[in-house]
Structure formats: structure tokens, C-alpha cells
């Protein structure tokens, strides 16, 4: 077992996390180009049919103590090995549309563990517990932090609610971390606050957990998205560095070709999954799908967690 206060192998699992809406699933697809890396998908989401976990938690963002030998171990360990149990994943999963991908998905790892690549575990769910999964798993944390208001724009367009109710009803949680936020989530939970209010909240709440990590543990990579996405090659590039995975020109084109300006800058709600996307241009989408009283709002009641990664500059003022 690693340690979390010791820097952690460059040669083990990867984890990607961040809140949802941040990014994540770009930046464990562009750290997957390459065989040595094999991408799991949101293995911790209670809402995920495919979810690799038999024994899924039973609401998003759970909190598990840094010292938790819990119920997870055992699959915890079949992630980490790429050896999930198809059978039991198969049997919760709905359609023909999901056994197929999951037949795809069970060659594709069965692949990568015979080849014997690295598991990049991306899962936003995880971020309140990246301590006790950096402990069991000896992974290397990327954690990502994007901008309020395009945070909170993704929020409003999309129509996505977090349950104030899943954090208030973790006690261990609220206790350790989020004690300062209780009357504000206790707030939530009487009355109904409008999507961008509802989704400033959410930043702050999951994001102070975030500043924390990066005063406590110096060695985790925790990025801002919009340093990425400015110079994609550049800046995965350094990432992949940092974890020593091969960087060849297959993968630099990979990179291009994913984040060209020839590609939309906003990507259509039925597709919204997709990765590839003019990065830089969906860097300020938010301008357009905030008004302006929305935007001053955002920058009003996140300044007090915002204000250490987001300066004027970033608001355009």
C-alpha cells in the first residue's frame, strides 16, 4: 500500500477527476491515445449501466476515508487489474446497445491487460475520495478545475442538478470538509434555487475540497482545464511527460486532429460526450450562454474559492 503523503510511482494507475463538467473525460481520452494507457469509464457513478463496479455507491460524489478498508476493495481491485466481471456488469446493463459495447469493451481490455498496459480511471464521482483511492491504488491523481461560469454554463444548458441531500447525508464528509457550506446546503434543500445560483453552489462546495488537496498534496497534478486547452500539444505533451507515457506523432496527430479549430467549438447536447472540439473557442462558450447579470453573479458568489486560480483576466471584465 502507497502511502498519500509519499510521491506516488510515475510507472502506476492514472486517476483523472474533477467535478463533472470540468473536462475529465477530454483529458482521460487524450492520455489514452496510445496502447500503454487503456481508459476506464466512471467505473464509481451510481448512474452508469456499464460502471465496471458491481457494488456501485449509491449517490454521486461519495466520501471515503483515506484509511477506509470499505466495500469497495475487492472491486477496486478487479479495476486496477482490468479484470472486471463481464458476466455481472452484462447482467445489469439494458439493450442490445450495451451488451454490444460491452463486448467491444471486454476485447479492448482484455487486450490491454495482456499487453500490459496502465488503467486511467476517469471518474468526476471520485472526487471527494481521491485520498483513500491514491492510498489503495498507488495512482497518480490528475485533478481538474475549471471556470465557474463555464461551469455553471454547461450547468444551465444542460439542466444537470446535484441532490444538496447526497453531501448533507454524509456525515464523515461534511465534518472533514464541507461544515462551512452546511447552512447554505441545508438552504438548498427548502427551497429551489435557479439553475446558475444551484450551480455556483456545486462549484463551491466540490472545488474547496479541490483547493485543499493542492495545499496538502503538493506532488498531485491539479490543472486548470483552460491551461490545457489553450495549447492542447503543449500542454498534454507536459502531461504525458510528467507520467511517462510514450509520446509519439501518432499521438501528437491524435492531439491535433481532437482539438483542431476546424471542429465546433460547442458540441450538440445528443453528443455531447464527444472529445473532439475546438478546445481553445470552447474555452469562453460561457460568454454566449450567460447573460451578462448571469456572469456577474457567477463571479460574485465563487470569488471566495475562484479567486485562487481565476483573476480578472479570466473574467474579461
Not at 483515506?66 to 452484462?90: E, F, M
Not at 482484455?110 to 485520498?131: I, T, Y
Not at 496538502?216 to 492542447?232: G, T
Not at 486532429?257 to 471542429?263: G, P
Amino acid at each position: 500500500m502507497t502511502s498519500i503523503q509519499q510521491e506516488i510511482p510515475d510507472s502506476g494507475p492514472i486517476l483523472v477527476t474533477g467535478t463533472h463538467r470540468s473536462g475529465t473525460t477530454w483529458v482521460g481520452e487524450m492520455l489514452s491515445l496510445g496502447r500503454s494507457v487503456h481508459y476506464i469509464h466512471e467505473p464509481f457513478a451510481p448512474m452508469y449501466e456499464r460502471a465496471w463496479l458491481l457494488d456501485r455507491p449509491t449517490t454521486p460524489y461519495m466520501y471515503v476515508p483515506p484509511d477506509s478498508n470499505g466495500p469497495y476493495q475487492a472491486d477496486l481491485d478487479r479495476v486496477l487489474s482490468l479484470t472486471p466481471d463481464w458476466v455481472g456488469i452484462g447482467q445489469r446493463a439494458r439493450g442490445i446497445r450495451n451488451w454490444l459495447r460491452l463486448a467491444q469493451e471486454a476485447y479492448s481490455t482484455s487486450r490491454a491487460r495482456r499487453m500490459g498496459s496502465r488503467p486511467l480511471v476517469k471518474d468526476p464521482f471520485l472526487l471527494l475520495s481521491v485520498e483513500w483511492f491514491a492510498r489503495q491504488s498507488g495512482a497518480s491523481p490528475i485533478i481538474l478545475v475549471r471556470h465557474p461560469a463555464a461551469f455553471a454554463s454547461s450547468i444551465k444548458r444542460l439542466g444537470w442538478r446535484l441532490d444538496a441531500a447526497s453531501l448533507l447525508n454524509q456525515p464523515d464528509l461534511m465534518s472533514r470538509f464541507l461544515s462551512p457550506y452546511k447552512h447554505e446546503l441545508d438552504a438548498a434543500c427548502s427551497r429551489d434555487l435557479d439553475i446558475v445560483q444551484h450551480a455556483c453552489l456545486v462549484w463551491r462546495t466540490l472545488n474547496s475540497v479541490v483547493r485543499y488537496y493542492e495545499e496538502e498534496y503538493p506532488h498531485w497534478s491539479i490543472l486548470k482545464y483552460e491551461d490545457l486547452a489553450v495549447d492542447p500539444v503543449v500542454g498534454f505533451r507536459s502531461l504525458y511527460d510528467k507520467l511517462r507515457i510514450p509520446w509519439t506523432d501518432k499521438v501528437e496527430r491524435a492531439v491535433v486532429k481532437h482539438n483542431s479549430n476546424r471542429n465546433p467549438s460547442e458540441v450538440p447536447k445528443p453528443t455531447r460526450g464527444s472529445t473532439r472540439r475546438n478546445s481553445s473557442a470552447a474555452m469562453w462558450t460561457w460568454l454566449s450562454r450567460l447573460t451578462e447579470v448571469e456572469i456577474e453573479f457567477v463571479k460574485k458568489s465563487t470569488i471566495d474559492v475562484a479567486q485562487h486560480w481565476y483573476g480578472d483576466e479570466y473574467w474579461l471584465d
